[in-house]
């Protein structure tokens, strides 16, 4: 356990720079004093390591020192190619930059290691798109990612879902996120941050002015609260519905996720015929309409009073389209009771 923290610890410094002994300590989740004792370990040891004294000292590493990356464990090493992901490497140009970046740490780790490193790619494969879905084409990713490296202004022409539908926009890129098989880009239009999918980009000229990035960005952290507060705020409705615990239970392969875990959170308990009341949050009636008519004749709505009638339409409107056939030698019901001998 101390070989494989004074190895992190070495790494750190390598990576970072002149770090303190209080960001080592929380980088590592050990005390301030645990630092100090493995400092002088790796200084016993040969490790070229100097402390600057004064507010703004730290420790560092003798300037042009660097290690192999040794140390690794074998569940390390493994992980580490188990993360690498070609597919959405190539869309972003860096296909074969991903390729010989993986050759290098081949080479510079044991041969027991490179062995079973090698053996994850024939073991396990990551495949981020859902079923039944198309990549999305996104001829402009590759020339965004250069300018998300670069830190230069964008200029896109951009098709929202409102109106007006394209619109152009000069942004400041600062991430790039793929999503569920879709990518989306991260960027500062004006003072405010937003999202794009990279899909409805229609062009963009990258032009030669730079823009300073916000010492203070944290992606995966944006990435995260944009994600909660979009599912937060996309379902800004409730439909109260009847339905068959068989349908609650097939709700969560058809329904979005937020919907299923709403419906099951709310159910009540089921009566003598098997039917239960809850509810389930709906983005607009013309969303909730699409997504209950999955459901068939196993869910009824109840509220509100216009996605009902909606569906009641549709109903109807089927049973013109499908009108029940008599059988041949079957007595046709009568006309004023409905009823048939």
Not at 223 to 240: F, H, I, L, P
Not at 289 to 316: F, M, W
């Amino acid at each position: 356990m101390r070989a494989s923290r004074l190895v992190s610890l070495l790494l750190l410094l390598q990576t970072r720079g002149r770090m303190t002994a209080q960001e080592l300590a929380d980088a590592l989740e050990v005390s301030v004093r645990t630092v100090y004792r493995d400092v002088e370990s790796l200084g016993a040891a040969g490790v070229p390591v100097y402390a600057d004294r004064g507010p703004a000292g730290g420790y560092r590493l003798l300037e042009g020192y660097r290690t192999r990356l040794t140390g690794l464990t074998a569940p390390e090493a493994e992980a580490l190619f188990l993360a690498g992901m070609p597919g959405p490497a190539a869309e972003l140009g860096l296909g074969q930059v991903v390729a010989a970046a993986e050759l290098k740490v081949l080479a510079a780790l044991p041969d027991e290691l490179a062995d079973r490193s090698g053996q994850v790619r024939q073991r396990f494969h990551l495949d981020a798109p859902g079923w039944f879905r198309q990549p999305e084409p996104t001829p402009h990713l590759a020339t965004l990612a250069r300018a998300v490296w670069e830190d230069r202004l964008v200029e896109i022409r951009y098709r929202r879902w409102r109106a007006p539908r394209e619109v152009t926009r000069v942004v400041a890129p600062l991430g790039v996120v793929l999503k569920a098989g879709r990518w989306y880009l991260v960027a500062r239009c004006g003072e405010q941050l937003r999202t794009y999918r990279v899909g409805a980009v229609l062009d963009l000229v990258v032009r030669d002015e730079s823009y300073a990035r916000p010492a203070d960005f944290d992606l995966a952290g944006y990435w995260q609260e944009w994600t909660a507060r979009y599912e937060r705020d996309v379902y800004r409705g409730q439909a109260r519905v009847r339905m068959t615990v068989a349908a609650l239970e097939f709700a969560q392969y058809v329904f979005p996720p937020e919907m299923s875990r709403a419906a099951r959170a709310a159910a009540g308990e089921p009566d003598e015929h098997g039917w239960l009341e809850t509810s389930v949050p709906i983005e607009s009636v013309k969303h909730a309409h699409t997504e209950l008519l999955k459901l068939g004749a196993e869910v009824e709505v109840l509220a509100p009073a216009e996605l009902r009638e909606r569906l009641a339409a549709t109903a109807h409107a089927l049973a013109r389209l499908y009108p029940v056939q008599t059988p041949v030698g079957a007595a046709a019901p009568d006309a004023s009771t409905g009823e048939s001998d």
